[in-house]
Every structure is written in structure tokens, then in C-alpha cells.
């Protein structure tokens, strides 16, 4: 199975390959999402499928984070497909693991999340939630996610600061299980995914609900987040400050988008409020 933006293989039985290849770095755009409907939609369905590792074909961005152009689709209070598929990502009966070597910021963090395991290169990854930076409100659960995982004072570092985490400082606070040597990330994940994929099916599955019920939030806690940011993507203040940071260079391969957490929080954007 391949689509423009993401690549799929099976390097051993029970293993898929998920690689995200949407250049020139890996926005996440209604294609992006229709390409995981599909692929998740399998993972649910395959009998012999029993891990997947999600990767990047780009070395220096993972999921760069949501394509700023597709802000205007509007849908009903409750409903966005984006939100959709990440929890139906969180609840597959495989085991899910996000190699992360670039930048997974925003949505793409929001991505990583989502996945049961994640594992980051030590120096080139970047991680971070950036929204707050343009007056935005992140829409794919990472206010629900990030306090199971590192506590409430961790999680609002990140969701308030949008500062970028290095991939050692993602394991010190708990974002990424570990971080690894960047030449060490490829191989370690690897070994990780073939050893789950010896193991038996209805097993992993049945472990991954009872983890279930002690960390994934319920979808009525997740919801309302989409209909903040969409909401908070419409104020005046927020246009002008996406607007302005596409101008410099946002959603473009260029020093805004490998360093966003620094260009984010420029003094002369315009405020929000």
C-alpha cells in the first residue's frame, strides 16, 4: 500500500511500515488524514497485523504540523476527522511506535501522542505544541494526553511556552519513552517492532485495553478542543499572526520552520489577544 503521503511496507510478518513522505516537509494536510483513515482503518481489520512503526522518508521533519492553508474548512461541534482518526489510532489492537528523527510539532506532535510508544532521535528531533504562539488552541488532545504522561505542570510548560524539546529533554520529561543516539534510532525501533511481531495477537490486543482504561482519555474529554481552535483560528488576531509567519516562511523548508520555536515568539509579530 503507498499514497503520496504516506508509504507502507511489511519488512516481517505481523510488522507494517508506515513512512510519511509529503514534501517538502511533511504538512499535514485533508490528504494526510485521508491516507491514515485508510491505513488505520486496515490496522483494525488485518488479523496478523501486531505492531506498526510510524517513520519519516524526510530526515529533518517527522510531521512538520498542520498545513496552515486548510484552517478554513469548518465542520459541526463535535466531528473533525483529524480528532477522529488520532483516537482511533490510540485504540488499536496492534501496538503503535513513533520513531521520531525531525521535527513533530502541533498536530504532528499531537500525532505521536496518539502512538503507544514513541522513541526520538537524541540531538535532531525537535517536539513541541506551538499553537499558543499564534493565539490557537491545539485541537488533537495534547491537553488530555500530555498530564497522563508527564503531570500538569510539564504538560503546561509545553502547551503554554511553544517552545521546541530536543529529543534528550522529551525523555527527561516523559514525552518520548527514550532518546537515542540519532544513528542508533532506526535499528533500536526495529528490533523493538520484530520482537512485538513474534508475539501473539489477541494478547497485545487484550494488554492494550487494560492500558487503555488507566491512560487514554475518554473522546468526550478530547472533543471540545477542536471546537476551541476552531474557534480561536478565526480571531482577527490569530489571522494576522498566521499570516504574517506564512510571509517569513511558514510551511516551508527554511530556517522558520526548522527553528519555529524560536520564530514563533518573534517580538515583532503581531499580538494576539
Request: proline share 6%.
Amino acid at each position: 500500500m503507498a499514497t503520496s503521503h504516506i508509504k507502507v511496507d511489511q519488512p516481517a510478518p505481523g510488522y507494517v511500515r508506515a513512512t510519511f513522505d509529503h514534501a517538502p516537509i511533511n504538512l499535514i494536510d485533508y490528504d494526510t488524514v485521508s491516507a491514515l483513515i485508510d491505513l488505520v482503518t486496515r490496522l483494525e481489520q488485518d488479523p496478523d497485523v501486531r505492531v506498526v512503526v510510524f517513520d519519516s522518508a524526510n530526515p529533518d521533519y517527522f510531521l512538520a504540523h498542520w498545513d496552515t492553508s486548510a484552517f478554513g474548512r469548518k465542520y459541526p461541534a463535535g466531528t473533525h476527522p483529524w480528532l477522529d482518526v488520532l483516537n482511533r489510532l490510540s485504540r488499536l489492537p496492534v501496538a503503535t511506535i513513533a520513531a521520531i528523527n525531525g521535527r513533530a510539532r502541533g498536530a504532528g506532535s499531537e500525532f505521536v501522542l496518539a502512538c503507544d510508544m514513541r522513541f526520538a532521535a537524541r540531538d535532531h528531533a525537535r517536539l513541541g505544541q506551538p499553537e499558543v504562539a499564534f493565539g490557537l488552541v491545539p485541537a488533537g488532545g495534547p491537553m488530555a494526553r500530555l498530564p497522563r504522561l508527564l503531570g500538569r505542570g510539564r504538560a503546561l510548560e509545553i502547551v503554554l511556552s511553544g517552545h521546541d524539546f530536543t529529543g534528550a529533554q522529551a525523555e527527561l520529561y516523559g514525552y518520548v519513552n527514550r532518546a537515542l543516539p540519532d544513528a542508533e534510532l532506526d535499528e533500536f525501533v526495529d528490533t523493538l517492532a520484530r520482537r512485538i511481531a513474534r508475539f501473539d495477537k489477541r494478547a497485545i490486543a487484550e494488554i492494550k485495553e487494560f492500558v487503555d482504561v488507566a491512560s487514554n482519555p475518554d473522546d468526550a474529554e478530547i472533543w471540545p478542543m477542536i471546537d476551541a481552535f476552531q474557534a480561536s483560528a478565526v480571531r482577527p488576531s490569530t489571522a494576522a499572526r498566521v499570516t504574517e509567519m506564512e510571509r517569513r516562511g511558514l510551511g516551508q523548508a527554511g530556517h522558520v520552520e526548522f527553528d519555529l520555536g524560536v520564530h514563533c515568539a518573534a517580538d515583532d509579530l503581531p499580538t494576539t489577544h
